[in-house]
């Protein structure tokens, strides 16, 4: 088929060239000349894992290309709408600003047969308005949600665990039948495959991320209880998750979540829930958020409890800065603002990060950055872990203890072994552990 995709940033990006390796002649669309020369060049504008190999496959095939110019979709027959959806600068709620903008300068374009498939995270309601808006034009508008996961969005691509497809009502066989053949080789594998209407489909993102969130809030409020009574919360979520109705996944406490999605998410969630008249159903959400918050500033306090309260010209090494591991996305990030709060208390905070140190240079200049993760732990007196790359969790004690300047580390993730550390002299302090 032919499609485009509106929008190359962290999705849009992902989906064009993953489309493009499913077989399809597809278009990126982005207003960014500099992100779409990137792309032409075969350079991914961020780091994802398998993205630059499938990029220049699709490139070298001849279905893949990028443009600036939306007259360049005439031919495609599938558009799909690929844009971010940030927090609103002046509330909670998301804003559609780059919603709107692609589907005005879609229009024009549009004409009986064609069918635009929304793939942003949008509150609900969103879609209802727009097909109203592009129902002049014969079009026809599909809510397709998608569910990648940084560091796995390639693959979460072109093998999902679902998909879903929101359509006008139940006599819509044509778009389903687009979308179908969209997806013919990921179908073919048995891939579940839901039809249901526009408020659905917007809802299943964004419930699935209150949920994640939930349950990440939920291990680390259980790590508070496990501070002061002297339990072990990894141990907790381990007896716990044996519960197959609760499952191991997500229940890994530590220093919260962070990135583009679960956090302005669930605040966009709660802010349209209050709009619509239903707050009270998702007022939790509130406070999955201030737990999450509430993480970060715990770990900057043990930190500067082993400093006797004043970390003043201490040399910390920060690991990580990524909102998790292979991603250089610093949105929100826990390990950056711990980072950024303890070098306001005066210490002198030396940060490694395998990808993000690009992109965290640029929002905090302030910051002191290493080019090695040698060149970080070298005369450190507090070692700080807060993303969970491998060659962190693969640190050995005795080598790392050569470079340090005192045996102090801090696990923000618990991914460590506590016992492995003590026995090598390191003074060793988790969230939710003794």
Known sequence: MRVSVIG???LGAVHAAAMASLGHDVVGIDVDEAKVAKLTAGEAPFFEPGLTETLQAGLASGRLRFSTDYADIADAVVHFIGVGTPQSRDGDGADLTYVDAAMASLRPHLRHGMLVAGK???PVGTAARLAGEIADTGARLAWNPEFLREGYAVKDTVDPDRLVYGVADATHDEDVALLDEVYASIIERSTPRIVTDYATAELVK???NAFLATKISFINAMAEIAETTGADVTTLADAIGHDTRIGRKFLNAGVGFGGGCLPKDIRAFTARA????NGESVAFLKQVDQINLRRRQRLVDIVTESFD???????IAVLGLAFKPDSDDIRDS???EVAARLHELGADVVAYDPEAIPNASRTHPQLGYADSLASALTGAEAVVLVTEWRQFRNLDPEQTA?????????DGRNVLDPAEWRS???TYRALGRA
């Open 334 to 336: 826990p390990a950056l």
């Open 424 to 426: 090598a002299d390191w």
């Open 274 to 277: 209050e709009e619509i008249g």
């Open 120 to 122: 942003s995270t949008v």
């Open 8 to 10: 190359c940033g962290s």
């Open 309 to 315: 309260g004043d970390a003043t010209d201490r040399r």
């Open 402 to 410: 050569e470079l340090v300047a005192r045996r102090s580390i801090f």
């Open 206 to 208: 964004v419930s699935a």
